[in-house]
């Protein structure tokens, strides 16, 4: 029998199990941050870290400016690594393998993310899904980044990742995102370059991940400037694309992967 609180909230309310109880569960968090040259752009980042991030990985791309000594500055308790191999997706590998949390966020180092989203992408990773990643074409989204260029050239390959993969996203070209660790392996990444996040997409999609978009707005680098080439760059994601869709012989994926 059970009693009636006050509110109209039953006694045993407490102690039986609900829908969303899961959510209840605190699971790790770790950081990712892949930063070459980002002195003047960490402290803004780090100081808006929310709790629910357990430990921050910063992976240093031979940085020439005072990268390393700025987040150990801001943030005495980041790991700091050095990546292995050249380019952005090289960075994010390393951080992937040093990473100890059950949940894997990675975030730009040059302020054109919000650490204060974190949460809406732990929400979704506690909600049952397995990758999670940011769309600045979702309601609640935005960009003050994309110049002209690089926004046709992102919807292009938005268009061909819909259309290989039977997939209905929104955006496809942006690096915040979060998965769980647990499907490292299954993620298979080998991409180097800025490539890595249409890599990621891919697999997910190829492996059946179950995926969510989050509303995310993306803000002007604070200072410096990209490494990224809009055309040589956006053909690396496409040439990706083509290769790992599902279906393709693996003597092609193997061709692109040896470039
Ligand atoms: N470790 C490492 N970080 C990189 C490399 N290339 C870019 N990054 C970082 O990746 C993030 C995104 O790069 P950015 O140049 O802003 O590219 P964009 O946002 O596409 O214009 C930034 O934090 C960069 O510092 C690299 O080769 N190594
Ligand atoms: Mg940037």
Redesign the pocket.
């Known amino acids: 029998m059970s009693t009636t609180m006050p509110g109209g909230r039953r006694a045993d309310d407490r102690v039986l199990r609900r829908a969303g109880d899961r959510a209840e569960l605190r699971h790790t968090v770790s950081l990712i941050?892949?930063?070459?040259?980002?002195a003047l752009n960490i402290p803004w980042v780090f100081e808006q870290i929310p709790r629910c991030v357990d430990e921050v990985v910063l992976?240093?791309?031979d940085s020439t400016d005072a990268t390393l000594r700025m987040a150990s500055t801001c943030l005495p308790s980041v790991r700091t690594v050095r990546?292995r191999g050249?380019?952005?997706g090289?960075?994010l590998r390393t951080g992937f393998a040093a990473a100890t949390g059950e949940y894997v966020v990675m975030i730009?180092?040059?302020g054109?993310m919000t650490p204060a989203e974190i949460p809406h992408y732990i929400h979704f990773l506690d909600h049952g899904y397995d990758f999670v990643k940011g769309s600045r074409y979702l309601a609640g989204g935005g960009s003050l980044?994309l110049t002209a260029i690089r926004s046709a050239g992102n919807r292009a390959l938005l268009a061909v990742v819909n259309r290989l993969y039977g997939a209905r996203l929104t955006d496809l070209c942006y690096?915040y995102c979060a998965f769980r660790r647990s499907f490292l392996e299954t993620l298979e990444l080998r991409a180097t370059g800025?490539e890595i996040e249409a890599e990621m997409t891919a697999h997910a999609l190829r492996k059946g991940l179950r995926i969510a978009e989050v509303p995310s707005t993306e803000l002007p680098?604070r200072s410096g400037r990209?490494?990224?080439h809009a055309v040589s760059d956006g053909r690396r994601v496409l040439r990706t694309l083509i290769a790992e869709r599902p279906g393709a012989r693996p003597t092609q994926t193997k061709a692109v992967r040896e470039r």
């Open positions: 941050v892949p930063a070459r040259d980002e992976v240093d791309g990546q050249t380019g952005k090289s960075a730009d180092a040059d054109s980044d690096g800025f680098r990209s490494h990224l």
